[in-house]
């Protein structure tokens, strides 16, 4: 089983930076895509960021330019830097992980808990 522990979210002004983290644990033979989502009250979850495990990033056009997402591959560790965050950011933001439990596996989707991002005016 693999379990995916998100830290950093919390209450920031208009303008301001937060930096989520999000630890894999478990059996993991490969982390092939480390991803962020966010779900806004009363809207559906949208993708965010994502980054394969060679370092190709791809980024909703929405935070393009203010968000920047990295990996630690030896950590399994995912971190999404939020800069110049805006009101509508505000949300609550979800790690994906798509894992290869064992060689020769298919890789399944793993969720974190989900972490607050309130950004206030």
């Known amino acids: 089983q693999v379990q995916l522990v998100e830290s950093g979210g919390g209450l920031v002004q208009a303008g301001g930076s937060l930096r989520l983290s999000c630890a894999a644990s478990?059996?993991?033979?490969?982390?092939?895509?480390m991803g962020w989502y966010r779900q806004a009250p009363g809207k559906q979850r949208d993708f965010v960021a994502s980054?394969?495990?060679?370092?190709?990033?791809n980024y909703a056009d929405s935070v393009k330019g203010r968000f920047t997402i990295s990996r630690d591959n030896v950590n399994n560790t995912g971190y999404l830097q939020m800069n110049s965050l805006k009101v509508e950011d505000t949300a609550v933001y979800y790690c994906?992980?798509?894992?290869?439990?064992?060689?020769?596996?298919?890789?399944?989707?793993?969720w974190g808990q989900g972490a607050q991002v309130t950004v206030s005016s």
């Open positions: 478990g059996t993991i033979f490969s982390l092939n895509v």
């Open positions: 980054m394969t495990i060679d370092g190709r990033a």
């Open positions: 994906k992980a798509e894992v290869v439990v064992r060689r020769w596996y298919t890789s399944r989707d793993y």
